[in-house]
């Protein structure tokens, strides 16, 4: 064994990390000792083996990329016949090391066997990771390794894999015997190991398993236990009407029970007497359906008391008009429940020959708005259609509305209120909350706010530089938030031309968001496959919820404030727990994107509409009920019901929107050729 | 190992002139470039997705460009309806060109405009009603067998939720279809005769909701068919019922027509309908004659086969001479609903050796039985109608006529003939009920007026446009006389003949056989050009 093989390996190892200290010091070291080696060489005794281990690592330090392949084909085979009990918790390792071994090969420029790499093994992780291999795949060079938002953040961050004691110890005993050193070093750097002991766990829940921290395990965790006030408003119209509920004496209960107990019977009686009045046939399957979700909320009753928190918003104030309307419709609600069924009405938009790209519904169902690639938003009165139905075509031609200004000459011909004003595809409309204003976001970046009563655009908020993808009007109007394809959320007030706040954070995309029922977050869904939410007041990022495979298209908040739900394009839906930023249960069932979700107005269903053309309607509390029984369980996945399936006639729903009443309104677009 | 290769680079330099490209910058440009259009389609497929599509457009890619800060690419708007398409080379594998047609500017500017696209509009309907989907057809049809979900089953155990186990009931009716059910059948069985029962059978003809009772439908029609062939109303009222339900635009009866089908054919061929005279299954014939070819007319595309069926039936109904002659008249009638063509090829070629049959069955010498001669008299006008429609058919077809007014004249004559053959086909009701009415007047009275009844003279009142036995029997021997003269005449006008039928040899055969079989009582059938130049 020749030293000044060694040496000479040293010194290039060395050159290359660009360890410049040390190389000079071991130049100077080499110096001190050369005389003295020359003088009795015998000394200097070199174990061998030692020799061999430098060269050797040396030589593998030379890049040969075909380590790599070598050593990730071992390491698969190895995983994939080991024990049974162990091996889908040793399968989890592969994706990282797959992907990161991929990357090391590009990054030294090895792009050819970076390709042979990615072909021979991607079927492995096709099933589960398919858009991102769709996405790694295009890396071709180096610098596409430094632009790329994707690769960047899974260089800069680790994977957290859970794995049981033994199946890690069966891990290092292999890396360490097979002296795979590359395997060992990626490992090492890239995966950051939770090791429990005991057994392993199930395979059913790797979703939560395998996770990729965008910004460092650490920071989400750090992130995630900042505290939150997801409870109510104090003062809300709701608890004004339960506090007047209170008040009425009631006699013939039991005052034994608890306050909302009460609260709830009496929210039931007026409701009862005023459907009566409405229609009698329904009455009775009503009061089957109250004597049934009375057995329910007693028991929910406990739960259901949410906090009371001060807004942090100076909040609008509401007309006393306004105000009654709202405590009339509150009263007059119907109370939902897995036995008692939404009634759904269904706007189904015709002839838009591809060209509609939202539609948006008021409150109470009486404005239809639907954003348009050719950059127009029209909006329909359903209050109107509804006289003109059975001979539309004649009466349209009749009627005539005051919008003449904006809809030009053959105004009184259309059935619809026509406002143009954007320059670009409009992305997103939404309405305030008593219907008077509305709101859209379009490609040319700019949002706008349009009067449904004037018929006309009152301001045009610029802003953001990229399309506005989503715009959301707060839940006591006022205010609104934005997100965008430049990876901000902004909030809006009305009367600013200027954003309030900008959130920046998310890595790709924001392509959603939604507000908390408290206006005191809002919720954000990015393409980057994870749903933030952040403190207006602060503009700070206080929960990251990771979990979701692919982009997120959907957001809803459930009204006692406590609960999240979002949709990915995959159709699956995720129901997140705000306090503990952690999922509850996934919501398997849709084939196709799930452009929207919606809670009833008390909270125990969720509807969700999807392009597979369904309606699915979800069991909320019966999920929630199940987490707190099945909290100590771990490793059973916690689905909520569906409650049920309703198929449209080949039209994808593109909005839900419950009434105060708890009426359910869908929108979507009839689409024959898909 | 790339999607583009350098080779690519090479190719598209030399299209924009440089001709000197260096092969290591085409080397490194390659992977740059399909980097680069990969990042162009993520940004694509996000501009898909917020316009709620599942379709990728070259808007899409505009957009998407326009992100980028790159000029989109003009000339490949997809809005047209039809899309761009790019097409291989001849004789290269991987050589492609965009199918870009030229337009003549000529074409572009004198062509009509287009249409006008219907302007976008908002319908609404209830999607679910209290979480129940009301059968509208806005909605999606119900699926009416549900498969038993025993795949799901085992899934839903292992999470140890409540599972709901769904019974494997294989259909599910609400409430209120049963009810329907219940009515309908009541009716039908019980109350035929009712306003009540048109009023049923309008809603089986329209409402949209019926779809999960037609298996229901159909089995209870095939029970009371084979049960009840003796009760007259009964069988009526379902024949009515089936084509209520074939008139139902929102029902799909194909995969339930062969349990149909038998009862309906039951009801035209069978020897027997109903046990009284005075159930005049005739009419029910005539009716089911006509049931049987609107379901022809609608599902012989779907069933090739359902036709020739039908066909073969009925034709070995009419061929057997041991059938009773009431089977021969349904199966005349239902050839001849099935078109004129039909009974031109399967009847008329038979009609021959038939009429030699039937004629001694006719004869009040040969048969004495009044209610036998009736029926063969019957089927007599069966045969002639079903006859006479074909030739009228046929000759219809016939478009020259040497005069040039013909085509007015034709037109009024189409109308004449429509009336003259509805005369004809009104006739023979009243004919048929007179001769009922003959039936029954001496059965109700006594039995031995029967005998009085074939006097021509207690018929003779009836004689004037209706054919009693023996006037036609009467006229029958003056048509031969005149036959012989008209035979005369067509022999001395040969020539005039032989250019009509130098058109059509066929008819003008077909013609002189028909006229041979059934005298002048053809001649309604017959438009009078043709007429003319027969005469």
Known sequence: MDEEDIEKAVMTYLKKKGFKQTELAFQEEQQRQHPKTALNSTNSHVDPEIACQILSFSSELENNPAQYHEGYGKLRSWAYSSLDLYKHELLRVLYPVFVHCFMDLIAKGHIQEARTLFNSFREDHEMMHARDLQKLEGVLSPSHLEEMEFAHSLRQSKFNIKICQYSYDLLLQYLHKTQSVVMLGLINEHINFQVSPGQPTSISDDAEVVTFMGSGQDATNLINQKEIHWGLLEDSLEERLEKAGALVPDSAKVDGEAREGEVEENKKRPYEGGKQGASLKKSKKDKVATATGKASRVETSTVSVAPRVKPELTLPSIPAEVEHSILEDLRNRVQLSSAALPSISFYTFINTHNGLNCASISQDGSLVAGGFSDSSLKVWDMAKLGQQTGYATSQIVEDSYPSDSLLGANSGRKSYTLFQGHSGPVYSATFSPFGDYILSSSSDSTIRLWSTNLNTNLVCYKGHNYPVWDVQFSPVGHYFASSSHDRTARIWSMDRMQPLRIMAGHLSDVDCLQWHVNCNYIATGSSDKTVRLWDVQSGECVRIFIGHRSMILSLAMSPDGRYMASGDEDGTVMMWELASGRCISPLVGHTSCVWTLAFSCEGSLLASGSADCTVKLWDVTASTKLLKTEDNKTGSINRLRSLKTLPTKSTPVYSLQFSRRNLLFAAGVLSKNT | ?535
């Open chain 2, 1 to 535: 190992m790339s999607i583009v290769p350098k080779e690519t680079i090479e190719v598209t330099a030399q299209s924009i002139g440089i001709n000197n490209l260096s092969p290591d910058a085409a080397l490194a440009l390659a992977p740059d470039v399909e980097y680069r259009l990969r990042e162009i389609m993520q940004e694509a497929i996000k501009c898909m997705r917020h316009s709620k599509r599942n379709l990728l457009t070259t808007e899409d890619v505009d957009s998407a460009l326009r992100l980028r800060n790159v000029e989109p690419i003009y000339g490949f708007a997809s809005g047209s309806g039809d899309p761009l398409r790019f097409r291989r080379a001849l004789g290269h594998r991987d050589l492609f060109y965009v199918d870009d047609k030229d337009v003549d500017f000529k074409d572009v500017i004198e062509a009509p405009l287009p249409k006008a696209p219907l302007d976008c509009s908002v319908v609404c309907h209830w999607l679910a009603i209290e979480g129940v989907q009301p059968a509208i057809p806005e909605n999606a049809p119900v699926e009416v067998i549900r498969a038993p979900s025993e795949t799901k089953l085992p899934e839903q155990k292992e999470d140890g939720l409540p599972v709901d186990i769904r019974l494997p009931v294989k259909h599910v009716l609400s409430r209120e279809l049963q009810l329907y059910f219940d009515k309908i059948t009541e009716l039908v069985v019980s109350r035929s005769d009712s306003v009540l029962f048109k009023e049923a059978l309008a809603s089986l003809a329209t409402d949209s909701g019926l779809h999960p009772l037609v298996p229901y439908f159909t089995c209870f029609i095939a029970d009371e068919v084979s049960h009840g062939l003796s009760n007259f109303p009964l069988l009526f009222a379902l024949m009515r019922l089936v084509w209520s339900l074939l008139q139902n635009p929102h029902i799909h009866i194909e995969p339930y027509l062969h349990q149909l089908m038998p009862s309906v054919v039951t009801c035209l061929v069978a020897k027997r309908l109903g046990n009284r005279l005075a159930d005049n299954h005739w009419e029910l014939r005539d009716f089911t004659a006509t049931v049987v070819a609107s379901i022809c007319k609608r599902f012989s595309h779907v069933y090739n086969n359902l036709q020739t069926r039908l066909t073969k039936t009925l034709l070995h109904a009419f061929l057997d001479p041991k059938r009773a002659i009431t089977q021969h008249y349904g199966a005349i009638q239902g050839l001849a609903a099935l078109g004129p063509n039909v009974v031109r090829l399967l009847v008329v070629p038979n009609l021959e050796t038939y009429l030699r049959l039937l004629e001694p069955e006719m004869l009040l010498e040969k048969q004495k039985n009044e209610m036998k001669r009736h029926e063969a008299w019957r089927v007599y006008g069966a045969l002639l109608s079903a006859a006479g429609q074909s030739i009228y058919d046929r000759l219809k077809m016939f478009p020259s006529m040497p005069s040039p007014p013909a085509s007015t004249v034709w037109k009024t004559n189409f109308r004449i003939i429509h009336s003259c053959s509805a005369n004809l086909l009104e006739e023979q009701p009243p004919a048929e009920k007179i001769g009922n009415d003959g039936a029954l007047v001496p059965l109700s009275n006594n039995s031995s007026d029967m005998e009085t009844d074939k006097d021509p003279a207690a018929l003779g009142d009836s004689s004037a446009g209706r054919s009693s036995p023996k006037d036609i029997r009467e006229s029958h021997s003056e048509r031969r006389q005149k036959r012989d003269q008209l035979e005369k005449r067509i022999l001395r006008t040969p020539a005039l003949l032989n250019q009509a039928w130098k058109d059509d040899l066929d008819s003008g055969r077909l013609l002189l056989l028909l006229f041979e079989l059934f005298g002048e009582s053809i001649f309604p059938f017959i438009p009078s050009p043709e007429m003319a130049f027969f005469l």
